[in-house]
């Protein structure tokens, strides 16, 4: 069995898995996230989710990622020859085959809306997708390689009738092999140049995710510091406070005369023999009998 029909019968082998896991799907195919991390499968699209889906060594489903479709969000939406890619609410997903379907249930379905980017003809063609040099130099080439024998079987068709050897078609089968070899090294080449370019891609996310990651660090050591400085400030306030309180208390309780108590004229006379004015801390008006504000005097 070659490789295209074992990768053929791979296809179809999850295909039939999911369809099991999930009949009401209105759709299975190959599709593509990007959020923080790239993953890529194959997807079950059902009414409320996509499933993605991959295949473990032992045949068996692996979920590997879902999305909930969102709804009334605006995105953008780029159709290729043999896949569409969406941008729609922070997300990249890109779906081989049936873009437009997908397109279409999210109108219709979830009330979504899509700005469809507008290239030039050509930036459609397979290798001038991406505007890099080296890619549509090697495009050009598999291209003329196809196109510039047909050409001249075309024109050596019109222009003479005789019929071909066999050694010249043996040498046109060998050209025609060698160029087939060419175009398959070509494709080797891009296919590498691909995955280095996803690995970048990769390794560049990561970075920005590490980075992201370190600035909420950074912003939540700040602020925890900004709350403990706080609080300090709010504990040396009422530190402050407090011993302005206590201050004053001693202050009053200084500047504020103490009384004197004695129970009667005889034991203040004791101590004081002419008696009291009504300013001083033995007066009590029970001893200022004629109230002319002086208590026990003689």
């Known amino acids: 069995m070659s490789e295209n029909q074992n990768k053929k019968s791979s296809t179809t082998g999850i295909k039939e898995l999911i369809r099991e896991k999930h009949p009401d799907a209105w759709l299975i195919e190959s599709v593509s996230i990007q959020r923080e991390l790239k993953v890529d499968g194959y997807g079950a699209f059902t009414q409320d989710k996509l499933f993605i889906y991959k295949l473990s060594p032992e045949k068996k489903l692996i979920l590997i990622n879902t999305l ?47 700005a469809q980017k507008s290239r030039p003809f050509y930036r459609k063609i397979l290798g001038f997708r991406s505007k890099k040099v080296w890619k549509m130099a090697v495009a050009l080439f598999i291209y003329l390689l196809f ?47 691909d995955k280095e370019l996803e690995n970048l891609e ?42 302005s309180q206590e201050e004053q208390k001693q202050y009053t309780a200084q500047s504020t005369p103490q009384k004197e108590y004695y129970k009667n004229c005889t034991e203040l006379r004791k101590v004081y023999p002419s008696g009291v004015s009504a300013t001083h801390p033995a007066y009590a008006s029970k001893h200022d009998r004629d109230k002319d504000g002086w208590a026990c005097e003689r």
């Open 202 to 243: 990769k390794q560049l996310n990561e970075k920005e995710t590490e980075l992201q990651k370190q600035e909420e660090l950074k912003k939540q050591e700040e602020l925890k510091k900004q709350e403990e400085l706080k609080r300090k400030e709010e504990e040396a306030l009422k530190e402050q406070e407090a011993r």
């Open 68 to 114: 909930d479709w969102p709804e009334g969000k605006n995105g953008h939406v780029d159709h290729f020859a043999i896949k569409s890619h969406f941008t729609i609410d922070g997300i990249n997903l890109t779906i081989a085959n049936k873009g437009k379907d997908l397109q279409l249930f999210l109108e219709e379905q979830k009330k979504d809306s899509f």
């Open 147 to 193: 196109i510039i024998p047909f050409v001249m079987g075309m024109v050596s068709g019109i222009t003479d009738s005789t019929f071909i050897s066999k050694e010249e078609l043996h040498k046109k089968e060998q050209l025609l092999a060698t160029a087939e070899q060419k175009v398959e090294k070509l494709r080797n080449q891009l296919a590498d140049k």
